[in-house]
């Protein structure tokens, strides 16, 4: 069974920086893309990042300059570092991944449980 457990979220002042990190484990064949999404409150979810096997990388024009995704393919996981951190960045950040699973064609997606990111003055 395929998990995706995310850490490193929390409370951050205008300005601040948080970094998350996202490990999926269980029988995983290969990761086709990781990337972050968000849910701000009352919105509905949003693109964050994205970074594929191959390291190409994408970024959601509102967080361009601020946030900068990386991956290790060798640990299966992925991180995002968010600097300058905005009261609009606040959300729930979930991670998300599409895999290949041994046997099986084609990706399937999965999702971490999510973790809050609160950003205040």
């Known amino acids: 069974q395929v998990q995706l457990v995310e850490s490193g979220g929390g409370l951050v002042q205008i300005g601040g920086s948080l970094r998350l990190s996202c490990a999926a484990s269980g029988s995983i064949a290969h990761i086709n893309v990781l990337g972050w999404y968000r849910q701000p409150p009352g919105k509905q979810r949003e693109l964050v990042a994205i970074i594929t096997s191959g390291g190409i990388t994408n970024y959601a024009d509102s967080v361009k300059g601020r946030f900068t995704i990386s991956s290790d393919n060798a640990k299966n996981t992925v991180s995002l570092q968010m600097n300058s951190l905005k009261p609009e960045d606040t959300a729930v950040y979930l991670c998300?991944?599409?895999?290949?699973?041994?046997?099986?064609?084609?990706?399937?997606?999965?999702w971490g449980q999510g973790t809050q990111v609160t950003v205040s003055s």
């Open positions: 998300h991944a599409n895999l290949v699973l041994p046997g099986r064609l084609g990706g399937y997606p999965y």
